[in-house]
T-cell receptor, first 112, second 112 residues
Framework: DAKTTQPPSMDCAEGRAANLPCNHS???????VYWYRQIHSQGPQYIIH???NNETNEMASLIITEDRKSSTLILPHATLRDTAVYYC?????????????FGSGTRLLVRP | DAGVIQSPRHEVTEMGQEVTLRCKPI?????LFWYRQTMMRGLELLIY????????DSGMPEDRFSAKMPNASFSTLKIQPSEPRDSAVYFC??????????FGPGTRLLVL
């Protein structure tokens, strides 16, 4: 079972920031927070990951709360091409199973 | 880098036929994963390899499914005989040292 909780759907206006929340209240000290997205008919695409510090790359920013029980993925200037299902996954990199357990994700619709 | 390459992109076959899906991982990656995605069950890990050796095949649904990795740049997932319930999108992913997984575009399989 997925160890994260995400809202099933969200929408935002093109050009505005999209803030996607994720709850992972049972996260353990060795577990990272990963974000992937899946655009219709494509394979899942890696976005970003972090342990406890905030992270930023060319695609997005990841804000993790101090207690690490929740996080927010921020797409600073959403475009129509960002319409996708976004998955928040917690993963222990010391776990040799290497499984990525995808939950239901958040379906983000970016409106023109 | 070309990313993970999968072929064919679409496959339509009749029940009872053998189906072979192919994957070329990203050069230099030492882990390869096969996933299956359906509406009912979402994304599921079927099997993964490390340095061409199968490590965990607990997600393989039954003996009709088999996977091989004869070398570091090629893997196959075979279904024999195929059944309508095998209809799904099959994804291959690769990673370096089991960390961030990068997915291919998938093979959409329809078994009639």
């Amino acid at each position: 079972d997925a160890k994260t909780t995400q809202p099933p759907s969200m929408d935002c206006a093109e050009g505005r920031a999209a803030n996607l929340p994720c709850n992972h209240s049972t996260i353990s000290g060795n577990e990272y927070v990963y974000w992937y997205r899946q655009i219709h008919s494509q394979g899942p695409q890696y976005i970003i990951h972090g342990l406890k510090n905030n992270e930023t790359n060319e695609m997005a920013s990841l804000i993790i709360t101090e207690d690490r029980k929740s996080s927010t993925l921020i797409l600073p200037h959403a475009t129509l091409r960002d319409t996708a299902v976004y998955y928040c996954i917690v993963r222990d990199l010391m776990d040799s199973s290497y499984k990525l357990i995808f939950g239901s994700g958040t379906r983000l619709l970016v409106r023109p | 880098d070309a990313g993970v390459i999968q072929s064919p992109r679409h496959e339509v076959t009749e029940m009872g036929q053998e189906v072979t899906l192919r994957c070329k991982p990203i050069s230099g990656h030492d882990y390869l994963f096969w996933y299956r995605q359906t509406m009912m069950r979402g994304l599921e890990l079927l099997i993964y390899f490390n340095n061409n050796v199968p490590i965990d095949d607990s997600g393989m649904p039954e003996d009709r499914f088999s996977a091989k990795m004869p070398n570091a740049s090629f893997s196959t997932l075979k279904i024999q005989p195929s059944e309508p319930r095998d209809s799904a999108v099959y994804f291959c992913a690769s990673s370096y040292s089991g960390e961030t997984q990068y997915f291919g575009p998938g093979t959409r399989l329809l078994v009639l």
